[in-house]
């Protein structure tokens, strides 16, 4: 059976970078849609693996002069 939510380490390894990477664009606001563990700063996150997928499928291109990733608030 697959988890419902999978935690930031295991999420970073979905998308084949490194927890440190997965953490940065959470801050700029460029990676997978995430989930907010608790009110405080230091709550923890956890992802959903549809958002991931989705996250992914948004960054499948045929060539590199297609490879245009709009990001949520860019006008």
Partial sequence: ???KVINHN???A???VT???LRFWRCKGKGP???K???SKQSGV???PADIEAWKAARKFASTSA???SHPGDA
């Fill in 67 to 69: 490879a245009t990733v």
């Fill in 46 to 48: 956890c992802y959903d």
């Fill in 19 to 21: 927890p440190a990477t």
């Fill in 1 to 3: 059976m697959t988890p």
């Fill in 33 to 35: 849609r995430f989930i």
């Fill in 37 to 39: 563990l608790g009110e």
């Fill in 14 to 16: 979905m998308i084949g």
């Fill in 10 to 12: 295991d999420a970073a």
